[in-house]
């Protein structure tokens, strides 16, 4: 996973808790020599290790920090990616065009990294469905992803996302409407 994710995770962790809860959860996890540098990519395993620990001292669900993570990211990946953003989209016209925009780069400038592939199909001006699929099994991240992108294009209270999760989290659907503002 690209090191810009888990300098993400550090500073959510952070801001959400404080530095020494950071420095706790590194030991647990066995990181505690471990600087994340953005400009490289570590294995999957530092993250579930992460995650895991920080669900074993919050309380909270592994998916449920995810998609709380999910949400965070979203204003630091909409600034990285602001040049392929276009001035009027919309959060659905957003998730439309993530794949062929933001991924797309991802994976041309970081061949190592391989963000999730995201099958988006269009079924109304106001619904979309996403096929999230990776072997990463952070579906939840995906959703927490959706939800952010929702609340940065100030759409949250009509955008309503309903994620059909898999077990493993390695295949989701997640369905996402616009309804009528609450």
Partial sequence: MHGTIFTLLKRYVQTQYDHSTWVRLMEAAGLSATSFDHK????DEHMYALVGHAAEMTGLSAQELHEKFGEYLVPDLMYMYQKLLQPQWTTLDMLEHTENTMHRQ???EH???APPVLQVTRLSPDELEINYVSKRRMGALAVGIVRGIATYYDE???IL???ETSEDGEHVRIRVRRVAAA
Avoid: F, K, L
């Fill in 161 to 163: 996302v309903e994620p």
């Fill in 106 to 108: 991802v994976r041309q």
């Fill in 40 to 43: 490289n990519v570590y294995p």
């Fill in 156 to 158: 949250a209270d009509r």
């Fill in 111 to 113: 061949a190592e990294n």
